[in-house]
């Protein structure tokens, strides 16, 4: 094994990456509501109307439920054992129960001192509970959804929970599905699976998601193999994918490549100088920084002379001036050397795009890509009919769309241009239950829908119009093929007969 020159992938993780440390991405969870955010000491953070600071979570477990206490900071929560050996006391049915807001007792002004006091919510929630002249009256089943719907309100508190596929996409798709063209986890998941993401691929993906599905693919390769992401604009939008938190040897493996340069690539007359570095950019801000500091030494100038016109009557007056002068040229020399700095750094991360950008072009221009993942806002037909160029025969393609109609397009066009094979155009269904004990159902709302797929299998182009023997050939097997057998034609005039 020592001879086989293979490179170490990725380290395993360590036992402690199950704690929550500084700088890491977490998912805070309230019931079936979710916010990705960054553990950063002493910073604010709202999340379901209540700020609080996230400096008490480090150290502790993920899956660690907290309870916002005054100030602002977080305090674990104790569980606590419910007695279950004594019976509620509840009613048969609701039909004598009438909501007249007069059941309860507490007022607003109550609630808000108890809360003044800083009592906490399970002590106000057992407040209502016993202030409530209809409680008993409701059925267990009412009783509960009561408690849960005052805890709802009134308790305030966060897990967190480590970032992962399935959360950010169920969070995404509450919160701002927009952003991810509608796509819904379930179909999601149907892509990584139609698509064959493993670890060692080498995939090719051109998403509009905010890099979430970027970031499913990179969650599932766990840094073995490499992607290869094209990108529209400027440059790639990776929101969801550093959300995930992945660690520096993910991105080693991980390339860019725009996609207008797509064309130049395929029909061989890309090259290096079409990657430049950007030079009017770099030069617009020198010429900026050069007409301030042209107008920052009139004004130092002005400034001297109207210092010097006074001096002769004031020479106290005239070293405060000179102080305040000397404090104006030490910021002045500060701000220029910290816009050179800038403008180096700028240079430096230019050079570094445009290699990766370099070596992102070689791998495509190998073609022999392990699969084709394309999820974008734009029409789907020019797109994948141009990248599938770069993938290798028998490897899986699948393409997501909000809508059914420019997949059918593709299909069709898909048809017409051959090399693909098990074309297929699917559409999940979901649906949540509510799975408690006798009480088992559907859930009244649902999902309208998530999405549609059009996926298939590469296959090599045929050559039978390029060749005129086996184009023949291949007639003359029409013509045996669509001829019918004699025996059938003597049988159709005897059992007309």
């Known amino acids: 094994m020592e001879g086989s020159g293979e490179q170490p992938g990725p380290q395993p993780p360590n036992p402690g990456d199950h704690r929550i440390r500084d700088g890491d991405f977490v998912v805070l969870k309230r019931e079936d509501v979710f916010k990705a955010v960054q553990v950063q000491r002493r910073k604010k953070v709202t999340f379901e109307k209540q700020w609080f600071y996230l400096d008490n979570v480090i150290g502790h477990s993920y899956g660690t439920t907290f309870e916002v206490t005054s100030g602002g900071s977080l305090q674990p929560k104790k569980k606590k054992e419910e007695p279950t050996s004594e019976t509620k006391e509840a009613g048969t049915d609701n039909r004598n129960i009438v909501d007249d807001g007069k059941s309860q007792k507490l007022t607003q002004d109550d609630i808000k001192a108890l809360k003044d006091k800083g009592i906490k919510g399970e002590e106000i929630v057992q407040q209502l509970i016993e202030n409530s002249t209809t409680f008993r009256d409701k059925t267990e089943f009412a009783q509960d959804k009561y408690i849960k719907k005052k805890k709802k309100k009134y308790e305030a508190i966060v897990t967190v929970v480590k970032p992962s596929t399935r959360i950010l996409s169920i969070m995404y798709y509450a919160r701002e599905p927009g952003k991810i063209n509608h796509m819904r ?293 029409e013509l045996h093929k669509t001829e019918e057998p004699a025996a059938k034609k003597r049988k159709c005039p005897e059992s007309d007969s």
């Open 185 to 477: 986890y379930d179909t999601l998941a149907q892509m990584l699976t139609l698509g064959n993401i493993r670890a060692g691929n080498k995939m090719i993906v051109m998403e509009t998601c905010a890099g979430l599905v970027l970031g499913a693919m990179m969650e599932r390769m766990g840094g073995f193999g490499s992607i290869i992401q094209l990108y529209p604009g400027g440059g790639p939008v990776r929101a969801a994918t550093t959300c995930f938190g992945f660690p520096k040897s993910f991105l080693s493996s991980l390339y860019e490549f725009p996609l207008n340069k797509v064309d130049s690539l395929l029909n061989g007359t890309f090259s290096a100088e079409m990657l430049s570095s950007e030079p009017k950019d770099s030069a617009s801000v020198e010429e900026r920084n050069g007409t301030l500091e042209e107008k920052q030494t009139s004004e130092q100038e002005n400034e001297n002379s109207m210092a010097e016109a006074p001096g002769s009557n004031h020479p106290k007056e005239q070293e405060t001036m000179e102080i305040v002068s000397q404090d104006q040229e030490y910021k002045e020399a500060k701000e220029r050397r910290s816009k050179k700095d800038y403008i180096q750094e700028k240079q430096r991360r230019q050079e570094e795009q445009r290699r990766r950008h370099l070596e992102a072009a070689a791998l495509l221009s190998e073609r022999n890509a392990d699969g084709l993942i394309v999820a974008s806002r734009f029409h789907p037909t020019p797109l994948l009919l141009t990248l599938l160029d770069f993938v290798a025969p028998s490897r899986p393609f699948v393409v997501y769309c909000q809508y059914k109609e420019p997949l059918l397009e593709c299909y069709t066009k898909l048809r017409e241009r051959g090399g693909v094979i098990n074309l297929r155009v699917s559409e999940t269904w979901l649906r949540n239950y509510q799975v408690l004990p006798d009480r088992s159902h559907p859930k009244l709302l649902m999902s309208g829908g998530g999405g549609y797929l059009l996926s298939g299998f590469t296959v090599t182009m045929d050559n039978l119009k390029e060749d005129p023997s086996l184009n023949s050939n291949s007639s003359t097997l």
